[in-house]
């Protein structure tokens, strides 16, 4: 089945760097990759997903990138600022005409952005 | 907010108590999905209800029943739960699984403690 490794499992930037996270995945089935963040007491919350038919989308100051030669995507944050301070999650899904709602999840990065 | 609420927010139950978890969307959507979240490890999917119909059933012990009385409304029955069933457990929604649309937007939890 589908495994998904996510790294790293913390980072540490400055205020006003960039962040990356990277994850992989194992099934070359997989069509669909959203990226979640979950702050203190509360539930993910969708960022920004990708589909396998582009290989970047950006929305202000977060990005994703997919390579799906490579099998893996990636998180850029830019300009963080304090509040982007949570638990990231990336996800991957195999979307069709036999969609089962299937998101198997990485293991989760926590962020810190320090003022 | 996301649109998707449960209750109760914490739960403390003994081995040999019975309680239900709730889940309600106001979304519009179809889908419904019940994932367990514990400290270190990914987020564990258990249960997807599409069009109220039981549609994966994620190798869950029997101590854990899930209801769908509509499209709207999740339940999660628990009884003779262990210790290490203590975790965070997250309800998720979304459009039908055959509608294009994985989005799946999550609820802010339960967090169950088993003693």
């Known amino acids: 089945g589908e495994n998904v490794e996510q790294h790293p499992s913390t980072l540490s930037v400055q205020e006003g760097d960039s962040a990356v996270i990277k994850c992989t995945y194992s099934?070359?089935?997989?069509?669909?990759f959203p990226w979640y963040k979950q702050e203190l007491g509360k539930g993910p919350q969708l960022i920004i997903d990708i589909r396998s038919n582009v290989g970047e989308k950006k929305d202000q100051r977060i990005a994703v990138t997919l390579n799906k030669t490579a099998k893996h995507f990636s998180l850029h944050i830019t300009e963080t600022q304090p509040e982007d301070s949570a638990v990231y999650f990336c996800?991957?899904?195999?979307?069709?005409?036999?969609?089962?709602?299937?998101?198997?999840f990485g293991q989760g990065t926590t962020l810190q952005v320090k003022p | 907010e996301t649109g998707v609420t449960q209750t109760p927010r914490h739960l403390v139950m003994g081995m040999t108590n019975k309680k239900s978890l709730k889940c309600e969307q106001h979304?519009?959507?179809?889908?419904m999905y019940w994932y367990k979240q514990s400290a270190k490890k990914p987020l564990e999917l258990m249960f997807v209800y599409n069009f109220k119909e039981q549609t994966e059933n994620n190798s869950v012990p029997s101590r854990f029943s899930p209801e769908c009385p509509n499209s709207s409304h999740l339940f999660l029955h628990l009884h003779t739960l262990q210790p290490e069933d203590s975790a965070l457990y997250l309800c998720a929604s979304s459009q039908d699984l055959s509608s294009g649309r994985s989005e799946q937007y999550f609820g802010p939890g339960t967090r169950l403690t088993v003693t």
């Open positions: 099934d070359s089935a997989s069509n669909y």
């Open positions: 979304l519009g959507h179809n889908a």
């Open positions: 996800a991957a899904s195999a979307h069709g005409s036999s969609n089962t709602g299937k998101l198997i």
